[in-house]
């Protein structure tokens, strides 16, 4: 499971990399650590708006839910959805379904045991640019989103860097954003996105355990102390 995110990318890096604008651009900043244990909104695209950038509290609470994130999170933690609860959790099912996204980050937090204690490390392209990761989202009855990340078996290289859980984000290419995010695609293709990704190349960065107690110290222009410069 990964309850950490990076989206260090600034507005227009983002915009230019995925060809799409923000709906709400004064409410976008760069995050160098979002914790989903705290409440956070994530940058995403949506199958409902493929044409814009929205954004969605991270934690997949069900369609029309009225009670608030954290009485729902209390009871059950939904940052990230395993494969399999999409296909046998009804209201996850649906969603599958009917409301996938794209979520956008520039990394992910990554954590390994070595001799009793953990190693923590950032995984991000090797360019820094920003990429997609596999959600699906809900709309509460107050009209806000909510998602969380569909998660899948690491493959070789995340696990290498990731052993405190067999589960991973799925990372979906730009190439195949299109047919994630259209209504028409069949659901076999769909669940062979998920279920058999394409390896996108990443690179791993050590991060040292004082990032996380600072939630990471954004410099001029993107760069962020630890991760490096993400902008083009």
């Known amino acids: 499971m990964i309850y950490k995110l990076s989206n260090v990318a600034d507005q227009r890096v983002i915009e230019e990399t995925f060809g799409l604008r923000f709906k709400y651009p004064q409410l976008y900043r760069p995050q ?8 956070a909104n994530l940058s995403m695209v949506t ?8 954004f969605a ?4 609470m069900p369609q029309n839910f009225k009670e608030d994130w ?8 939904t940052l990230n ?3 399999q609860d999409l296909e046998q959790v009804a209201w996850m099912k649906e969603s599958l379904r009917h409301r996938r996204c794209a979520i956008i980050v520039s990394g992910f937090y990554t954590h390994r045991l070595k001799n009793g204690n953990t190693t923590s490390y950032y995984l991000c392209r090797p360019d820094g640019k920003p990429f997609y990761l596999a959600g699906v989202y809900n709309v509460l009855e107050d009209g806000f989103q909510c998602s969380a990340l569909i998660t ?13 859980s067999h589960l991973a984000p799925i990372i979906i290419p730009k190439s195949d954003a299109k047919a994630w995010l259209d ?30 107690q600072k939630k ?6 993107g760069t962020v102390e630890g991760i490096g410069n993400a902008s083009v």
């Not at 160098?32 to 409440?39: D, K």
């Open 32 to 39: 160098p650590l979002i914790n989903g244990f705290e409440e």
């Open 47 to 54: 199958m409902e708006n493929n044409k814009e950038i929205t």
């Open 57 to 60: 509290i991270w934690g997949l």
């Open 70 to 77: 954290q009485q729902f999170q209390n009871h059950a933690n």
């Open 81 to 83: 959805v395993p494969v």
């Open 152 to 164: 899948n078996k690491t493959n070789n290289f995340v696990a290498h860097y990731h052993d405190i």
């Open 183 to 212: 209504p028409k695609t069949k659901m076999a293709d769909i669940k062979k996105m998920v279920m058999d990704p394409k390896e996108v190349q990443l690179k791993a960065i050590p991060m040292p355990h004082q990032f996380f």
């Open 216 to 221: 990471g110290i954004l410099r001029q222009k």
